[in-house]
């Protein structure tokens, strides 16, 4: 057994050096709650409006990787996150700039659009040195701007706590009930059902975020992203906590005809059938296909917390 580490060191497509270890602008980061930190006006803070993404049973798919669970959608979503930017944006416009904004600049907003959402057990992010068991990461990709006419990305990082006695979260269930749990597979989520994703972030009031400049937190690690950290947490009960980090832990999965594989790319190609996260070792017959999955260890998939550097970090109150 083999566990999947991840390789910080590599080139990307056109051959250029991956940042993650050379780069200043890093992420996660350890931020700080201080009041003391400079505030983001409220003029100039992020608006998310997130409608439920309802299932036609083929347009979302909830995607073990290996690494994460994955939500992604097949159709346009009509959300609404927008970004505020200087007024007569140029070339050297960034979408950044909202962190050193003056107050009394001339602003514009530009939308940002989600692209898919997943998950990190523990957080990457810490807040005043504390972790939580879970942060959902909202990644959305800007294209109104003239600098960004190939993609610019924008993040926003929602905190899980876990509830000691407390009931499930029912805005998860949709998610961890279909969540597959071999690597490679894809669940379509059933017709009819639907995520609240907008539900999941804090109420609109309690939306105090911290913002900075960072990156990917996996390889490539490519900097320029605006990050939004919400800071007032979100429930998660230890019972999914449990089936997060059993549907990423390292399995070895055997087929009952005989073939065994440990959590790896030879699953490469994604298999559509739908398994429930029951138990450590469990076995199912749909699809044609037979497999018991043992858990051979937890894994955690997130970054450590990388060096500020000379980056600003702001708070966002929402009020
Ligand atoms: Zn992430």
């Not at 056109?14 to 201080?34: D, E, H, I, M, T």
């Not at 959608?73 to 996150?81: D, F, H, K």
């Not at 937190?217 to 089936?243: A, D, F, Y």
């Not at 559509?272 to 037979?290: C, D, P, Y």
Request: overall charge neutral; glycine content about 6%; proline content about 7%.
């Amino acid at each position: 057994m083999v566990p999947l580490l991840i390789r910080w060191e590599g080139v990307d497509g056109a051959g250029k050096p991956w940042v993650c270890k050379s780069g200043k602008r890093q992420s996660p980061l350890n931020l700080p709650s201080s009041k003391a930190i400079s505030h983001i006006p409220r003029a100039h803070q992020t608006r998310w409006s997130y409608p439920n993404l309802v299932s036609n049973g083929s347009n979302i798919e909830i995607i073990n990787n290996g690494h994460t669970i994955q939500v992604e959608w097949l159709s346009p979503y009509g959300a609404e996150v927008n970004i505020t930017v200087p007024a007569n944006a140029t070339n050297e416009t960034r979408i950044t700039d909202v962190i050193t904004l003056g107050a009394t600049a001339k602003t514009a907003v530009v939308k940002a659009v989600p692209l898919q959402f997943h998950f990190h057990a523990t957080s990457e992010h810490m807040v005043d040195g504390k972790i939580y068991p879970l942060e959902l990461h909202i990644v959305h990709r800007v294209t109104d701007l003239p600098a960004c006419a190939s993609g610019c990305f924008t993040v926003t990082g929602v905190l899980f706590e876990l509830t000691t006695a407390g009931p499930d979260n029912p805005l998860l269930e949709p998610i961890l009930e279909h969540a597959p749990v071999r690597e490679g597979d894809i669940h379509f989520l059933p017709a009819g059902e639907e995520i609240q994703l907008g539900e999941l972030l804090p109420a609109p009031a309690e939306r105090d975020y911290i913002t900075y400049e960072g990156s990917l937190t996996t390889p490539p690690c490519s900097e320029g992203l605006l990050w939004h950290v919400l800071t007032t947490p979100q429930k998660i009960s230890l019972n999914q906590w449990r089936k997060y980090r059993s549907a990423v832990s390292f399995k070895d999965c055997a087929a009952t005809n005989g073939t065994s594989s440990t959590d790896s790319a030879e699953h490469g190609h994604h298999r559509h059938h739908h398994r429930r996260i029951l138990a450590a070792e469990e076995a199912t017959t749909t699809a044609g296909e037979e497999y018991t999955c043992k858990i051979v260890a937890y894994g955690a998939n997130f970054r450590n917390v990388q060096k500020v550097y000379e980056r600003p970090v702001k708070l966002a109150r929402a009020q």
